[in-house]
């Protein structure tokens, strides 16, 4: 274990699989307390025991974080539990749908709407008090796509954009109550999610996603949870208000670099955390009953 966030208290949404399993388990590893947030349906309870079991801290809240009064109980939680919140990571996020516009449901783009925007609002609302007083942060999770836009995800890229734009000012108005306010903006992730068989890209989208970055491959979830790690540490006091791609070199790919890039750029790195969930995809438009 590491000791970059020792005392300090995080609260990870979506911390149940894909990347927000990464993070809790790599602020764990550097010795924060972490409540694991997700859907009750998500493998939240999965995820703290295997920080247990490591002899991490952590413990689980599983509720519709979109609705105010959920994203409260949440924050309250992590009070009782371990008495403060330094750090709330927004990383609850869905993919549901890849269309053109003229196709893309309604019932999708609410889902967006409720999973990708409202929760950060919720959660940075209900957390902006602990966070006061703690001099804490927030790290929200942006997307490449809500710097480029995407074809066929015209909708997803707009949550995003949202998200980026959100806390810009809430980075602004933040500064003088001491909070610091950033952004990660991943590319193309090993999950469920850039997979034709566990999420909603189809095999010509999979291959594009890769071949559009600079070196070939997609991101793991720990190289993203190792950039979630420094923004949320002291490490980080003089960054707020900042955008993170975490891309590969999506941003300033032109065609498909990806072709090019040298064999050794194409390898993922050997990863040190034990994930179980990084394959789990949560990306189908679910009741709004919960």
């Known amino acids: 274990m590491g000791n970059r966030l020792e005392g300090k208290v995080a609260i990870v949404t979506g911390g149940g699989s894909g990347i927000g399993e990464a993070i809790s388990k790599k602020f764990a590893k550097e010795r924060a307390k972490v409540v694991v947030a997700g859907f009750p349906e998500d493998p939240v309870e999965d995820v703290v025991k295997g920080i247990q079991q490591e002899g991490g801290t952590a413990t689980a809240f599983t509720g519709d974080l979109s609705v105010l009064a959920n994203a409260q109980r949440c924050v309250d939680l992590a009070v009782k539990e371990y008495g403060k919140l330094d750090i709330l990571i ?48 927030i790290v929200t999770a942006g997307s490449e796509s809500g710097v480029l836009g995407i074809a066929k995800n015209a909708p997803y890229g707009g949550t995003k954009g949202f998200n980026h734009a959100f806390t810009k000012g809430l980075a602004a108005e933040q500064a003088q109550t001491g909070v610091r306010c950033n952004i990660v903006a991943p590319g193309p992730i090993d999950t469920g999610w850039t997979h034709k068989e566990t999420g909603p890209m189809d095999e010509k989208m999979e291959k ?35 955008v993170w791609p975490v891309d590969g070199g999506t941003l300033i790919a032109k065609g498909p670099a990806g072709k090019q890039a040298a064999e050794s750029m194409k390898q993922q790195p050997e990863q040190d955390l034990n994930l179980e969930h990084s394959k789990d995809s949560h990306t189908s438009v679910r009741s709004q009953d919960k």
Do not use: I
């Open 90 to 137: 927004n990383n609850a996020g869905t993919f549901p749908e890849t269309n053109m516009l003229s196709d893309y449901t309604e019932e999708a783009f609410d889902y967006l709407l409720k999973n990708n925007v409202r929760t950060v609002f919720c959660m940075s609302k209900a957390a902006l008090p602990e966070l006061q007083k703690t001099k804490g942060n």
């Open 208 to 242: 594009m996603v890769t071949q559009g970055t600079l070196m070939g491959r997609r991101g793991t979830p720990e190289e993203v949870a190792n950039v979630y790690l420094f923004l949320a540490s002291d490490e980080a006091s003089y960054v707020t208000g900042a």
